[in-house]
């Protein structure tokens, strides 16, 4: 599954500032059984706005690593607060199909 959310960058700060933080928390909530990497992208014409991206085996694996209170992540996210707004966009299935067009000469 996919856990997705918008993070906007307040007045005055850089997306450097927050994906720095994100690496950080990353790295320790990878670590959870059932993490299966993260992402964060920057939107185009927009720098200061970004989408992040968390992979799971399964929605069970992701609440269950939230259920478990980690200090260092709290303390991460708890650093960037005061210079973002993140809007979480939803938490989707993999699909159960994939449409995708035919390879090049087939």
């Given amino acids: 599954m996919k ?17 720095e933080a994100w690496v950080r928390a990353s790295e320790i909530i990878q670590q959870a059984p059932g993490a299966r990497g993260t992402e964060l992208h920057r939107k185009i014409g927009d720098p200061d706005t970004m989408i992040a991206i968390a992979r799971w ?3 069970e694996a992701r609440d269950a690593m939230e259920s478990k209170h980690n200090s260092s992540v709290a303390e991460i996210i708890r650093s960037v607060a005061p210079f973002v707004e993140i ?3 939803g938490e989707f299935e993999e699909p159960e199909w994939v449409v995708q067009p035919p390879s090049e000469g087939h």
């Fill in 3 to 19: 856990f997705i959310f918008e993070v906007r960058m307040k007045d005055g700060h850089a997306s450097e500032e927050y994906a």
């Fill in 87 to 89: 809007t979480p966009l």
């Fill in 57 to 59: 085996d399964s929605k």
